[in-house]
């Protein structure tokens, strides 16, 4: 697999400077339990990270102590740091400076200064959103001659929706149409949509396993476009209020 090169004036354009938007970036990682690769030592060291929590009262980012105690003393003594992740195929990167050890919730773990800018790389057609666990809408898939299931959406667009299923092995094939789904968008409306599934993996999340299915929303009329802007908006208020915002 290639990759796309990125351009000066791209790169820009998907970074955001405001403060607000930053925490809520970093939020969405810790709530979901997203595991973040950390790049230091001058581009030398790398180890796995999950984020733990942000001290908004001194501006700090905390997360999981590394289970290498070298790597650990390393990345301590290095000033700059470059954090990376890619959930729901949308990379997402910033750049912090020196780490300090602290103790969160009785345990060791790192703390830093919550960065300047967050870069979030959103190639795609239209904006998807990732939802907080609390605001998940229900997809409802019917099919003749197969048990009904519920998935929980967990990211989704004017395009398309990402949805999970825990514990369970998912037997749609890419490619494959669902002609009877409902989604649940919480208060704005029900949509009874098709789906077509373009791509299909395993999740573990916290020792458990999620089959995810990634689809292209079909024959969308204008009204469900109006009510999928209507609950992207919704959340996105909703959560900026939570925090703070």
Known sequence: MTTQPISADELERFTTRNPREIHFYLHQLINDGERVSVN????????????????????????????????????????????????????????????????????????????????????????????????????????????????????????????????????????QTLPRVQIDLKGVGLLDVALDVRNKTAVQRGGKTSDRIGCRLINLTHAMENQLQRFITDVQREERARLGG
């Open 40 to 175: 230091f030592s001058e581009g030398k060291e790398t180890e796995l990270t999950m984020l733990l929590d942000i001290n908004a009262d001194e501006n700090m980012l905390i997360f999981d102590w590394g289970g290498s105690e070298t790597a650990n003393r390393n990345l301590m003594q290095s000033e700059r740091n470059f954090f990376a992740c890619a959930p729901h195929g949308v990379k997402n990167q910033f750049v912090c400076g020196e780490v300090y050890e602290t103790i969160f919730r009785k345990r060791r773990a790192f703390a830093t200064r919550v960065p300047a800018h967050y870069t979030r790389l959103q190639r795609r057609e239209f904006f998807r959103l990732a939802l907080p666990m609390t605001l998940r809408p229900s997809c409802i898939i019917q099919q003749e001659g197969s048990p009904t299931l519920q998935l929980s959406v967990v990211d989704i667009s004017i395009g398309g929706i990402a949805a999970e299923l825990s514990g369970s092995q998912l037997a749609y094939e890419i490619g």
